[in-house]
C-alpha cells in the first residue's frame, strides 16, 4: 500500500495556534518547506520562519475578506495528486503544481462563536469552507499526504519527520481518520445549529457528534466495552464536573450520577436539598432547613439502599455534611462546589469520588434526550415541565392543606426522576418510600409502603414514616386499587396526573377513604 513519502512541504493554516511556532521551527529545521496563510503566515514569520504564501502558491490574491485562499487546483493538486500514477504527476509537471505531504489545519472556531451568543452573521462567518475541503482531500489521500487537526499529534508527527523525515502508513492513516471524524463533526454542529436557526426541532438528517473523553474499564457488567463522549454542551453535571479526587469513574457512576444530578437540580438552589441515588433511581430525597438536615432526612428512606449509592447535593458541601456521608460507603459525591474541610475529610477516602460542577442546572431548560433502539435511536425534548401550586386542581371533597400541598409538590418532583411506574411518598419535605420499576401500579405502591415499613425500623420510629404522608404517582391510577393500597400505608394526600377512563371511580375511592386529591394533567414517565 503506500509509500512512507518524505515529507518535504506542509502547509500550516490554523485558527488555534497553540505550539504552532514550536512545531513549525522543528519542521523546518528538518528541511520542511512551509507554506501559510494570513494570520499564520504572520505568526510564523513573527517568529522568524520562512514562509511561502498560499497566494505565492496559486498566484492568485486572498479575496472575499479571505473566503477564496485555499480553494485552487494548485493547493487541492498538491494534496490529492497519487505519487504513483503517472497520468497524476504528468498533471502536476504540466500544471505547475507542487505536493505537499503535510497538512496542519484546525478550523474556524464555530461552536465557541455560537456558545458565546454571537449573532446570525457572525456566526455564519465562522463557517469554515477551505479548511474542511483541504482535511478531506488530504484524509483521502492518505496514503501521500499526513494531515493534523489537533495540536495533541504534533509530537507524534514532529518524532517521525525528524527521525526519518516521512509519516508511517500507520500514522497517516489514522491522523485520516481522526480528520473525517473531526469534518463530521463539525458539520453535524452546523446542521444542528441551522436547523435550530430555521425553527426545526426534528429535521429530516439528525447528526450527534461527541469528542472521547474516557475509554472506561467496562460498561454496565465487565463484558461489556464503555467510554464517556463529551458533546461540549455546557449543562452544568457530570461532563462538566472537574473531580476533585477519588478514582475513575465508571459508566454506572456516570450514568447515576448524572440522574441525581439531573433529579437535584429540580429543588434550585434558594433550599438546601439532597438526593442519594442508586441504579438510576432516588432511594432518598429531601429539603431541609441545612443541607445537614437534609441529608440526614434522605438517608433515613432508605438507608439500606443508599449502601454504594450515589449523593447529589444542591448546595456546596461542608465539612460537617462530608463527615456524615462518609459514614455510609458512598460511590460518589456531586455538589456545586465543596469547601476545604470537606475536601479534607473526603481526602481519608481515596476511592470516593467527588465531583465539582461548578453549578446546578436550569431543570426547564430546553434540551433533548436520546435512546438508541435497534437500526436507529428515538429523540425527544427533555422533560422539563415544572408544577406549580396554580396548576393543581382538586377533585375530592376535602381540601388538601398548605402542608399536604407542599408535600405533594415536592413528591411529584421526585416522582418525575422514578423509573415507571412510580410511587413516592413524603412527609416534612422528605421522601419516606419509594416504589420503582415495577410493571403494576399496584406492586409500586406496596414496595414503596414496604420500605418506610423498613425505614421506620432502621431508624426507631414506632410507626411506619409513611404513616401521615403524601403520595405522588407519576402517571393516573388506572383503578382505585394503587390508591387504597397508599390509604392503606397512611397516605393522607394525593398528587396523581388524572386521565384514566376510571376517575370518577379513583375520586369516590378517595372520597371514602377521606382523602384530599388533586390532579396535574401533566404525566412523567421514566423509562
Known amino acids: 500500500m503506500a509509500d512512507a513519502s518524505p515529507v518535504k512541504r506542509a502547509l500550516i493554516s490554523v485558527s488555534d495556534k497553540t505550539g504552532i511556532v514550536d512545531f513549525a521551527r522543528r519542521l523546518a529545521a528538518a528541511g520542511v518547506d512551509l507554506v501559510s496563510t494570513g494570520g499564520t503566515a504572520r505568526a510564523l514569520r513573527e517568529a522568524g520562519?520562512?514562509?511561502?504564501?498560499?497566494?505565492?502558491?496559486?498566484?492568485?490574491?486572498?479575496?472575499?475578506?479571505?473566503?477564496?485562499?485555499?480553494?485552487?487546483?494548485?493547493?487541492?493538486g498538491g494534496l490529492?495528486?497519487?505519487?504513483?500514477?503517472?497520468?497524476?504527476?504528468?498533471?502536476?509537471?504540466?500544471?505547475?503544481?507542487?505536493?505537499?505531504?503535510?497538512?496542519?489545519?484546525?478550523?474556524?472556531?464555530?461552536?465557541?462563536?455560537?456558545a458565546k451568543g454571537a449573532g446570525f452573521e457572525d456566526c455564519i462567518e465562522n463557517i469554515d469552507i477551505g479548511g474542511p475541503a483541504m482535511i478531506r482531500a488530504a484524509a483521502k489521500n492518505h496514503r501521500f499526504v499526513g494531515v493534523v487537526t489537533d495540536p495533541a499529534d504534533y509530537e507524534t508527527v514532529l518524532g517521525e519527520v525528524e527521525g526519518d523525515g516521512a509519516l508511517k502508513d500507520e500514522t497517516k492513516k489514522r491522523l485520516a481518520a481522526k480528520a473525517f471524524a473531526k469534518t463530521a463533526s463539525y458539520d453535524s454542529a452546523i446542521s444542528r445549529w441551522f436547523a435550530q436557526q430555521n425553527g426545526e426541532t426534528f429535521p429530516k438528517?439528525?447528526?450527534?457528534?461527541?469528542?472521547?473523553?474516557?475509554?472506561?474499564?467496562?460498561?454496565?457488567?465487565?463484558?461489556?466495552?464503555?467510554?464517556?463522549?463529551?458533546?461540549?454542551?455546557?449543562?452544568?453535571?457530570?461532563a462538566t464536573a472537574e473531580q476533585a479526587q477519588g478514582k475513575e469513574l465508571s459508566y454506572n457512576n456516570l450514568n447515576?450520577?448524572?440522574?441525581?444530578?439531573?433529579?437535584?437540580?429540580?429543588?434550585?438552589?434558594?433550599?438546601?436539598?439532597?438526593?442519594?441515588?442508586?441504579?438510576?433511581?432516588?432511594?432518598?430525597?429531601?429539603?431541609?432547613?441545612?443541607?445537614?438536615?437534609?441529608?440526614?432526612?434522605?438517608?433515613?428512606?432508605?438507608?439500606?439502599?443508599?449502601?454504594?449509592?450515589?449523593?447529589?447535593?444542591?448546595?456546596k458541601l461542608t465539612g460537617p455534611v462530608a463527615e456524615k456521608i462518609v459514614e455510609t460507603f458512598t460511590e460518589v459525591v456531586i455538589a456545586p462546589d465543596a469547601d476545604e474541610a470537606a475536601k479534607q475529610v473526603f481526602a481519608k477516602k481515596k476511592n470516593l469520588r467527588l465531583l465539582i460542577a461548578g453549578g446546578v442546572p436550569d431543570p426547564q431548560a430546553p434540551g433533548m434526550t436520546i435512546k438508541p433502539l435497534a437500526g436507529g435511536f428515538l429523540l425527544q425534548s427533555r422533560d422539563a415541565k415544572i408544577t406549580r401550586p396554580e396548576d393543581l386542581k382538586v377533585v375530592t371533597k376535602r381540601?388538601?392543606?398548605?402542608?399536604?400541598?407542599?408535600?405533594?409538590?415536592?413528591?411529584?418532583?421526585?416522582?418525575k426522576h422514578v423509573k415507571s411506574n412510580a410511587i413516592v411518598y413524603a412527609k416534612d419535605g422528605a421522601t419516606v418510600g419509594i416504589g420503582a420499576g415495577q410493571m403494576s401500579r399496584l406492586d409500586s405502591s406496596r414496595i414503596a409502603a414496604r420500605k418506610s415499613e423498613d425505614a421506620a425500623k432502621a431508624c426507631g420510629a414506632g410507626a411506619p414514616l409513611a404513616k401521615g404522608s403524601v403520595v405522588a404517582s407519576d402517571a393516573f391510577f388506572p383503578f382505585a386499587d394503587g390508591l387504597l393500597s397508599?390509604?392503606?400505608a397512611g397516605a393522607t394526600a394525593v398528587i396523581q396526573p388524572g386521565g384514566s377512563m376510571r376517575d370518577d371511580d379513583v375520586i369516590n375511592a378517595a372520597d371514602e377513604a377521606g382523602l384530599a386529591m388533586v390532579f396535574t394533567g401533566v404525566r412523567h414517565f421514566r423509562h
Open 399 to 415: 381540601q388538601p392543606t398548605d402542608a399536604e400541598l407542599a408535600d405533594m409538590l415536592f413528591a411529584f418532583k421526585v416522582a
Open 49 to 76: 520562519l520562512t514562509v511561502s504564501d498560499v497566494s505565492d502558491v496559486t498566484e492568485f490574491p486572498e479575496m472575499m475578506d479571505g473566503r477564496i485562499k485555499t480553494l485552487h487546483p494548485r493547493i487541492h
Open 80 to 114: 490529492l495528486a497519487l505519487r504513483d500514477d503517472e497520468g497524476h504527476l504528468k498533471s502536476m509537471r504540466d500544471h505547475d503544481i507542487a505536493g505537499i505531504e503535510l497538512l496542519v489545519v484546525n478550523l474556524y472556531p464555530f461552536e465557541e462563536t455560537v
Open 486 to 488: 397508599a390509604a392503606e
Open 256 to 315: 447515576d450520577t448524572d440522574a441525581a444530578y439531573e433529579l437535584i437540580a429540580e429543588f434550585g438552589t434558594e433550599k438546601p436539598a439532597v438526593a442519594i441515588i442508586k441504579h438510576a433511581n432516588p432511594c432518598g430525597v429531601a429539603a431541609g432547613e441545612d443541607m445537614l438536615e437534609a441529608y440526614l432526612a434522605a438517608l433515613r428512606c432508605d438507608p439500606v439502599s443508599a449502601f454504594g449509592g450515589i449523593v447529589a447535593l444542591n448546595q
Open 205 to 238: 438528517d439528525y447528526t450527534l457528534a461527541g469528542k472521547l473523553d474516557a475509554v472506561l474499564r467496562y460498561g454496565e457488567n465487565p463484558h461489556q466495552e464503555a467510554a464517556f463522549y463529551r458533546t461540549g454542551g455546557k449543562r452544568p453535571g457530570v
